[in-house]
């Protein structure tokens, strides 16, 4: 319900690279609405590309498109480096891991952030205020590429205990965890046969239920999202926990009313 500055026009303290999947999966976009509340309600300054975006490509050369990887890089370092900003956002831990460590080889040089870490700094500083403490039991995944490929592990933690969330880890966390195969290609991968075993997305969600009366399953990670929201109902254990995006706990904690669909198709504040 408010508009989100063009940074190619105007300059920004944040240059918020939002991400494929964060940009046009249906669930991917509460978490990212939710997100941009966020920065409004702390008084961030940030603005997006819009459709100057392109994939940042991290994917496309994980599965072998070099060339088409090169092609998305050149883009992106030549339509960010017309803008006028401080620091890179992004709550996608791939475009992350590709803008931070794979751009700067082509001239691409930024200091790049994660959501985590940003919402951690913006707690720990005081521009946001929890209105409550959530209270809510939950175990945390870490993402290969954010965590095992970036070392970024205690953020997202510090910002679950920050809100008031009762942290329970997995046996397989932090540089142990367990991946869900998405960012290697998984995500656009058919399906196992019957009789092949549970997807690894799916024997995730049996290992955290495993844990005992949790609330919440929390992913900081836009494929994370889809993948394990999707697991959840196809492993038997839809009512027995839910997904959580780490935004959308802090958004909770803040006590901002949620959006809701207008008659007209538009979203409002409820």
Same mark, same amino acid.
């Given at each position: 319900?408010?508009?989100?500055?063009?940074?190619?026009?105007?300059?920004?303290?944040?240059? #918020?690279?939002?991400?494929?999947?964060?940009?046009?999966?249906?669930?991917?976009?509460?978490?990212?609405?939710?997100? +941009?509340?966020?920065?409004?309600? +702390?008084?961030?300054?940030?603005?997006?590309?819009?459709?100057?975006?392109?994939?940042?490509?991290?994917?496309?050369?994980?599965?072998?498109?070099? *060339?088409?990887?090169?092609?998305?890089?050149?883009?992106?370092?030549?339509?960010?480096?017309?803008?006028?900003?401080?620091?890179?956002?992004?709550?996608?831990?791939?475009?992350?891991?590709?803008?931070?460590?794979?751009?700067?080889?082509?001239? *691409? !040089? #930024?200091?790049?952030?994660?959501?985590?870490?940003?919402?951690?700094?913006?707690?720990?500083?005081?521009?946001?205020?929890?209105?409550?403490?959530?209270?809510?039991?939950?175990?945390?995944?870490? %993402?290969?590429?954010?965590?095992?490929?970036?070392?970024?592990?205690?953020?997202?933690?510090?910002?679950? +205990?920050?809100?008031?969330?009762?942290?329970?880890?997995?046996?397989?966390?932090?540089?142990?965890?367990?991946?869900?195969?998405?960012?290697?290609?998984?995500? #656009?991968?058919?399906?196992?046969?019957?009789?092949?075993? %549970?997807?690894?997305?799916?024997?995730?969600?049996?290992?955290? !239920?495993?844990?005992?009366?949790?609330?919440?399953?929390?992913?900081?990670?836009?494929?994370?999202?889809?993948?394990?929201?999707?697991?959840?109902?196809?492993?038997?254990?839809?009512?027995?926990?839910?997904?959580?995006?780490?935004?959308?706990?802090?958004?909770?904690?803040?006590?901002?009313?949620?959006? !809701?669909?207008? +008659?007209?198709?538009?979203? *409002?504040?409820?």
């Amino acid at each position: 319900p408010f508009e989100v500055k063009d940074i190619r026009s105007e300059p920004a303290e944040i240059l #918020w690279f939002v991400g494929d999947y964060a940009s046009l999966d249906p669930r991917n976009m509460r978490a990212t609405q939710g997100l +941009a509340r966020i920065l409004r309600e +702390a008084g961030v300054d940030f603005g997006i590309l819009y459709d100057a975006e392109q994939n940042a490509g991290c994917d496309v050369r994980r599965v072998g498109e070099e *060339g088409l990887y090169q092609h998305l890089r050149e883009q992106n370092i030549e339509r960010i480096s017309q803008c006028d900003f401080e620091r890179i956002l992004t709550s996608d831990p791939h475009s992350f891991h590709t803008l931070r460590n794979e751009y700067p080889e082509a001239g *691409g !040089v #930024w200091e790049v952030v994660h959501h985590s870490q940003l919402l951690l700094e913006l707690l720990e500083t005081g521009k946001l205020r929890p209105a409550t403490r959530l209270g809510a039991r939950v175990t945390y995944h870490d %993402p290969c590429t954010l965590g095992r490929y970036n070392g970024v592990y205690e953020p997202p933690r510090q910002v679950l +205990a920050a809100i008031g969330a009762e942290l329970h880890e997995m046996p397989r966390s932090r540089d142990n965890s367990f991946c869900c195969g998405a960012g290697g290609g998984r995500i #656009w991968m058919s399906e196992l046969k019957a009789g092949d075993g %549970p997807r690894p997305a799916e024997a995730r969600i049996h290992e955290a !239920v495993a844990l005992g009366g949790l609330d919440y399953f929390v992913v900081c990670c836009p494929k994370d999202v889809t993948m394990y929201e999707d697991a959840i109902k196809t492993s038997g254990h839809q009512g027995a926990i839910e997904l959580r995006e780490l935004s959308e706990l802090v958004l909770e904690s803040l006590g901002v009313p949620p959006l !809701v669909a207008a +008659a007209d198709g538009k979203e *409002g504040e409820k």
